[in-house]
Nanobody, 118 residues
Framework: QVQLVESGGGLVQPGGSLRLSCAASGFTFSRFAMTWFRQAPGKERELVAVIFSTGISNYADFVKGRFTISRDNSQSTVFLQMNSLKPDDTAVYYC????????????WGQGTQVTVSS
């Protein structure tokens, strides 16, 4: 059974930091690109950061220099280190797994809430 379980969300003050984790199971993690998306109330889901099996990563412009995505294939886990958080970062953050050679093999986590507020 495929599972993606996010954790690490919560309430943080502006300028603070959080580290999100996404633990994967039920598939060959190392063959999947791992992506963090987010969705704020009333807005569409948007890509935050992606890391490929090679370790190459890419970021949305609005998080460059503040967020860092990483992965640990031995633990089948992807992380998102979020620094210098802003109120605009408030959203539900979702973990996504996409097989790099097999189109359509895509899995989603249930999401974790991040709230940036004083």
């Amino acid at each position: 059974q495929v599972q993606l379980v996010e954790s690490g969300g919560g309430l943080v003050q502006p300028g603070g930091s959080l580290r999100l984790s996404c633990a994967a199971s039920g598939f060959t993690f190392s063959r999947f690109a791992m992506t963090w998306f987010r969705q704020a109330p009333g807005k569409e889901r948007e890509l935050v950061a992606v890391i490929f099996s090679t370790g190459i990563s890419n970021y949305a412009d609005f998080v460059k220099g503040r967020f860092t995505i990483s992965r640990d294939n031995s633990q089948s886990t992807v992380f998102l280190q979020m620094n210098s958080l802003k109120p605009d970062d408030t959203a539900v953050y979702y973990c996504n797994a996409a097989h790099e050679q097999s189109v359509g093999r895509i899995y989603w986590g249930q999401g974790t809430q991040v709230t940036v507020s004083s």
